[in-house]
C-alpha cells in the first residue's frame, strides 16, 4: 500500500508529467493510482478492489498477472529481450506466426508484425493500397468503409473512420473514402429478409451503395469491422449484411480488410468474428487480446493473393514499412502464451458460460423502460440507455454511469450512453452476477 504522502505525490507528478489518452488537460477527474492487479481485478494504492468489468479497454483475456504470461515473459528475457527484424528472426515469432495461422480462415498466408491495432490496421490499408500499384492498376485507389467506423489514430486510420470530433482538427490533411451507411439490423430474420420493416431497407440500402462503388471499378478495398463497431457504442449487425457486402467486393475483387482487433480471440463467441460469414477477409488485422493484454502486439495478415503482387526481385513492388519493436520477442512469447491459456476446454467454456448469462441477464431486464436496446454477441453486452442527447462517444451521460458503478467497485467505462459489459475469460459466475445486479439496480433508478 502507498503512504498517504507518497499517493498525493504519485498523483502531483502525473498532473505535471503526463498526458493521458482521450482525457481533457482541464475538468477531467484525477487518475486513479493501480498499485497491482490480480484476475478480474484492480488494486489502488488505499486496499479499494475494482472489478475490471470492461477487460483494460478490451485487451485483458484472462485475467491479470496471469502467472502463465508471466513466466514466458521472464523466461523469454533471459534469452533475447529484442532484436532488429529486418534481416533477423527468433523462435517466439515464428511460433506465433504459425499457430495464429492455424486458428485464422484458412485463406490468411502471411503474417505482418506491428505493435498495436492502429498500426496493423495503417498496415493493411498501405498494403491494399500497394497490392493494386504493383499490379499497375493506376485507378484502383479508392476505399470503402462504413459510417461509424473507428480503425485507430493514425492517418490511415482516421481516414477510413468516422469524421468526428475525434479527427476533426486533420480532416483536411485525410484522404477521401467512401461510406455506406451502417446496416442498422441485427435480426437474423430481418436480414434474412423475411420480414419488410425499415431495418431491412437500411440494410437493402447499404447493399445497394456496395453494389453501385463495386461496380466503377475504382475500389481497392474494403475495411469493416466485423459484426460489432466498438468504439461507436457496440453497434451490431449480422453476419449476413457482411456477408453480402464481402460477396459483392469479391465479385470485383475488391480486397477486404477485417479488423479484428477488438473482435478477435474469442470476444464474439467465436475465436474470430469473421468466422461467422462463409466470404472470408483478404487481410486482417489483429492487436489487443493477442497477448492477453500484457504487452503491445500488432499483427496484420494476408492471403496468398495479396502476397503474390509483393512477391517480386523488383525494389520498387517491396513493402517498405516496419517499426522499431516489430515481433518484439517478449511481446510474441506473452502472444503464444496466451494461446496456450485461449485454447484450452476450459476457456471456451468460460466464453460460452458469459455469452449464456448475457443472454439470461437481458431476458430479466426486458421490460425495463429506461434503455433503449440492449444487443449481445459472444462476451459482449451493449445497453443503449434512453437519452435527449445522440448515441455517440460524447454523450454527457457518460460521466456519471462511469462514476456510479466505480463508487460499487466496478470499472465500467460507458462509451457515452452505451454501457457495455466484456469481461476478462476468468471471470467468475458470481462477479458477473454482481455486475448485473448493479446494472439492474441502476436501471431502476
Known sequence: MIETNLYSEILRKDQAYIWHPFTPL????????????EGAYLYTEDGQKIL???ASWWVNLHGH???HIAKAIFEQAQKLEHVIFAGFTHEPAVKLAERLLAILPSNQSKVFFSDNGSTACEVAIKMALQYWYNLGEAQRTEIIALQGAYHGDTFGGMSVAERNLFNKPFLEKLFDVHFLPFPACYEVACCAGKRNNIQCFSARATIQKMQELAETGKIAAFMYEPLVQGAAGMRMYSPEILNELLRIAQKYEILCIADEVMTGFGRTGKLFASEYCSHQPDIMCLSKGITGGVMPLGVTTCTEKVISAFRSAEKTKTFYHGHSYTANPLAC???????????????????HQ??????????????????????????????????LEETNYFNNM?????????????????????LYVMPPYC?????LEWIYREINDFLQL
Open 26 to 37: 482541464v475538468g477531467s477527474e484525477p487518475p486513479l493510482p493501480i498499485v497491482k492487479a
Open 52 to 54: 475490471d468489468a470492461i
Open 65 to 67: 498477472s496471469h502467472p
Open 333 to 351: 512469447a506473452a502472444a503464444n502464451a496466451s494461446l496456450d491459456l485461449l485454447l484450452q476446454k476450459e476457456t471456451l467454456q468460460k466464453i
Open 354 to 387: 458469459i455469452t449464456e448469462m448475457h443472454t439470461s441477464f437481458e431476458a430479466q431486464i426486458r421490460s425495463q423502460k429506461r434503455f433503449a436496446k440492449v444487443q449481445i454477441l459472444g462476451t459482449i453486452l451493449a445497453i443503449e440507455l434512453k437519452s
Open 398 to 418: 457518460a460521466k456519471d454511469i462511469y462514476k456510479y458503478f466505480l463508487a460499487k467497485n466496478i470499472l465500467l467505462r460507458p462509451l457515452g450512453n452505451v
Open 427 to 431: 471471470i467468475e459466475k458470481e462477479e
